[in-house]
């Protein structure tokens, strides 16, 4: 049974940082391009970051520069480094596989709230 569990958010203020965490379970982590996404309160999930299977990563334009997306095969962990968060950084954060494929079902996200 797939299993993802994201964990590391929190309450912090403009300009601070967390680390997201997200453990897979019942999938071959290492041959899954994974990527993290964000809900925003009242808007639909979006894109935040994806990494590839050969540790090849992308950003959306509003994090490039303040967030590292990156895996840990042996652990089949996956994180999200977020630096100089900002007040639109705020919503759940999930990890799921990446765009363009099929997704898992999604777990119960990790909250990242950032107050100004």
């Known amino acids: 049974q797939v299993q993802l569990v994201e964990s590391g958010g929190g309450l912090v203020q403009a300009g601070g940082s967390l680390r997201l965490s997200c453990a897979a379970s019942?999938?071959?982590?290492?041959?899954?391009?994974m990527a993290w996404y964000r809900q925003a309160p009242g808007k639909q999930r979006k894109l935040v970051a994806t990494?590839?299977?050969?540790?090849?990563?992308n950003y959306a334009d509003s994090v490039k520069g303040r967030f590292t997306i990156s895996r840990n095969n042996a652990e089949n962990t996956l994180y999200l480094q977020m630096n100089s968060l900002k007040p639109e950084d705020t919503g759940v954060y999930y990890c799921?596989?990446?765009?363009?494929?099929?997704?898992?079902?999604w777990g119960q996200g990790t909250q990242v709230t950032v107050s100004s």
């Open positions: 799921n596989a990446a765009p363009h494929l099929l997704k898992y079902n």
């Open positions: 990494i590839t299977t050969g540790s090849n990563t």
């Open positions: 019942g999938i071959t982590f290492r041959i899954s391009s």
